[in-house]
């Protein structure tokens, strides 16, 4: 089966619902092959990140929906704008691509980073979440001439 749109988002619904599980990094990938939960193939040629509920296809006695893999996170717990304001700038200086919520940040794992932002007096914890609401990190270059 090949989709090339979204049709909806799952809300309130009496028809059974087989999933197509992906990981947050896949999201925004413009071709990507997937197996959904009860075997389906299904090729994706999109042209905008998938969310978590979003419906790839539909008949009269199912849907087919995206459900965004949990992964390990790390979840940095914030306490005043000056908290949020160094947590930002460490992790932006990592190039790594922050979650941003009211109380705290949330970045994929990785041993190093959990370790450094702790040894900086951060709050932070190895969580295992969905990753959504993200922003993309942008890599840049230095030039010396």
């Given at each position: 089966?090949?989709?090339?749109?979204?049709?909806?988002?799952?809300?309130?619904?009496?028809?059974?619902?087989?999933?197509?599980?992906?990981?947050?990094?896949?999201?925004?990938?413009?071709?990507?092959?997937?197996?959904?939960?009860?075997?389906?193939?299904?090729?994706l040629r999109l042209h905008k990140p998938l969310n978590d509920g979003d419906i790839l296809f539909e008949d009269d006695e199912k849907i087919i929906a995206v459900q965004l893999t949990p992964t390990e996170l790390i979840k940095i717990r914030i306490n005043d704008i000056k908290e949020m304001g160094?947590?930002?700038?460490?992790?932006?200086?990592?190039?790594?691509?922050?979650?941003?919520?009211?109380d705290c940040v949330k970045i994929p794992f990785d041993e190093p980073t959990l370790a450094y932002l702790?040894?900086?007096?951060?709050?932070?914890?190895?969580?295992?979440?969905?990753?959504?609401?993200?922003?993309?990190?942008q890599g840049h270059s230095h030039h010396h001439e």
């Amino acid at each position: 089966m090949i989709i090339e749109k979204i049709i909806g988002s799952i809300g309130d619904t009496n028809k059974k619902i087989d999933y197509v599980n992906v990981e947050w990094f896949e999201r925004d990938k413009r071709l990507l092959k997937k197996v959904s939960e009860e075997g389906v193939e299904i090729g994706l040629r999109l042209h905008k990140p998938l969310n978590d509920g979003d419906i790839l296809f539909e008949d009269d006695e199912k849907i087919i929906a995206v459900q965004l893999t949990p992964t390990e996170l790390i979840k940095i717990r914030i306490n005043d704008i000056k908290e949020m304001g160094r947590a930002c700038f460490e992790i932006g200086n990592r190039h790594i691509s922050p979650a941003i919520e009211a109380d705290c940040v949330k970045i994929p794992f990785d041993e190093p980073t959990l370790a450094y932002l702790i040894k900086l007096g951060f709050s932070a914890e190895k969580v295992i979440e969905k990753f959504v609401g993200f922003i993309e990190c942008q890599g840049h270059s230095h030039h010396h001439e």
